[in-house]
């Protein structure tokens, strides 16, 4: 059996939480929340193609997106793969495995044999830390932690199509040739680089304007789903326990700044995360609205939803402004 970490850090976010095990092996420890800030993950994400059965709301940034900015703010090297062959994927993984380096992985959970998700989710991150014969030791978020998976069902969650889907993309991180940056300096440009994104979105589906957008047709949800039901639920469960579009990612925001404010040593950047926590909870409480409407097919829920998001998007927009002027 080869296993690099038998204890990886299992943390709240995949994407993230792939990331601290990457860099920590590198001797790169920073926390998930540091990850996640000096990578400008936070975001708003409006999006609904005809082939989507059901809006996806996001609180981060577009997949990827994250790994690729924390490698650059930390100036680290990123090795990217993608490949249609399931042979060539499983080939290349072994090889990184047997180098004794660990690899993240993109895929979609719901095919793996240890899996109880009902949904269907192909940007989907774990880490990769080793394998016994044709099983593959997968880190995976809490409380799952520590996940062993069948060589056959890790192929068909790495091929798996759908939304923000890859072909086999696995990717692995070399440390810098030189010291790591000022981690204080690193985070303030992330701020500024988080801010001016959100306050300025290419286009209306994100930032603060794809809350407004969000929030404008919440209320039609109800008559223009196809299965309203489920799909209300299915939108709150994976906002809150699959942590695309709760309150997970304002929370890891709040911790970021709270740090940032260690860091720099000017508090006014704790007292932002204060407010972040705030704003946290009450997008928590908009996916409580969408649970209650897919359960009771009653309208109001999602007014509620609707005037909350809207309010929502109005705060954040506020402390963004705040936070450009900080950093």
């Given at each position: 059996?080869?296993?690099?970490d038998?204890?990886?850090?299992?943390?709240?976010?995949c994407?993230?939480?792939?990331?601290?095990?990457?860099?920590?092996?590198?001797?790169?420890?920073?926390?998930?929340?540091?990850?996640?800030?000096?990578?400008?993950?936070?975001?708003?994400?409006?999006?609904?193609?005809?082939?989507?059965?059901?809006?996806?709301?996001?609180?981060?940034?577009?997949?990827?997106?994250?790994?690729?900015?924390?490698?650059?703010?930390?100036?680290?090297?990123?090795?990217?793969?993608?490949?249609?062959?399931?042979?060539?994927a499983?080939?290349q993984l072994?090889?990184e495995?047997?180098?004794?380096?660990?690899?993240?992985?993109?895929?979609?959970?719901?095919?793996?044999?240890?899996?109880?998700?009902?949904?269907?989710?192909?940007?989907?991150?774990?880490?990769?830390?080793?394998?016994?014969d044709?099983?593959?030791?997968?880190?995976?978020?809490?409380?799952?932690?520590?996940?062993?998976?069948?060589?056959?069902?890790l192929a068909?969650?790495?091929g798996?199509?759908?939304?923000?889907?890859?072909?086999?993309?696995?990717?692995?991180?070399?440390?810098?040739?030189?010291?790591?940056?000022?981690?204080?300096?690193?985070?303030r440009?992330?701020?500024?680089?988080?801010?001016?994104?959100?306050?300025?979105?290419p286009?209306?589906n994100?930032g603060?304007?794809?809350m407004?957008?969000?929030a404008?047709?919440?209320?039609?949800?109800?008559?223009d789903?196809?299965?309203?039901?489920?799909?209300l639920?299915e939108?709150?469960?994976?906002?809150?326990?699959?942590?695309t579009?709760?309150g997970?990612?304002?929370t890891?925001?709040?911790?970021f700044?709270?740090?940032t404010?260690?860091?720099?040593?000017?508090?006014?950047?704790?007292?932002?995360?204060?407010?972040?926590r705030?704003?946290?909870?009450?997008w928590?409480?908009v996916?409580?609205?969408?649970?209650e409407?897919?359960?009771?097919?009653?309208?109001?829920?999602?007014?509620?939803?609707?005037?909350?998001?809207?309010e929502l998007?109005?705060?954040?927009?506020?402390?963004?402004?705040?936070?450009?002027?900080?950093?």
């Open positions: 059996m080869l296993l690099i038998p204890q990886p850090y299992v943390g709240h976010h994407e993230s939480t792939s990331l601290v095990n990457l860099l920590r092996q590198r001797e790169i420890d920073v926390s998930e929340p540091l990850v996640f800030g000096l990578g400008s993950g936070l975001s708003f994400t409006y999006w609904r193609t005809k082939q989507m059965p059901a809006p996806f709301l996001g609180g981060r940034i577009k997949p990827d997106r994250l790994t690729a900015n924390i490698t650059e703010s930390l100036g680290l090297r990123l090795t990217v793969r993608e490949t249609s062959s399931d042979k060539r499983r080939e072994l090889r495995l047997d180098s004794g380096t660990v690899v993240g992985l993109k895929l979609d959970r719901y095919h793996l044999d240890y899996s109880t998700d009902a949904y269907r989710f192909a940007a989907h991150y774990v880490a990769c830390v080793g394998y016994e044709d099983r593959f030791a997968l880190v995976e978020t809490r409380p799952l932690g520590l996940q062993w998976a069948s060589g056959e069902s068909r969650a790495r798996a199509r759908g939304p923000m889907s890859s072909r086999n993309l696995s990717f692995t991180i070399a440390p810098p040739d030189g010291p790591l940056p000022d981690l204080g300096e690193t985070a440009r992330s701020i500024r680089t988080t801010a001016e994104s959100f306050l300025n979105p286009i209306t994100l603060f304007k794809g407004h957008k969000a404008d047709l919440m209320p039609g949800w109800i008559d789903l196809d299965s309203p039901e489920e799909a639920v939108i709150s469960t994976i906002m809150e326990e699959g942590g579009g709760g997970l990612f304002r890891m925001w709040a911790d700044l709270a740090e404010a260690e860091l720099t040593g000017a508090e006014e950047f704790r007292e932002v995360s204060d407010a972040y705030v704003v946290s909870r009450k928590t409480e996916a409580g609205f969408l649970r409407a897919g359960t009771t097919k009653d309208r109001a829920p999602l007014q509620y939803a609707s005037k909350r998001v809207r998007a109005e705060e954040e927009h506020r402390l963004m402004r705040g936070l450009l002027d900080l950093a």
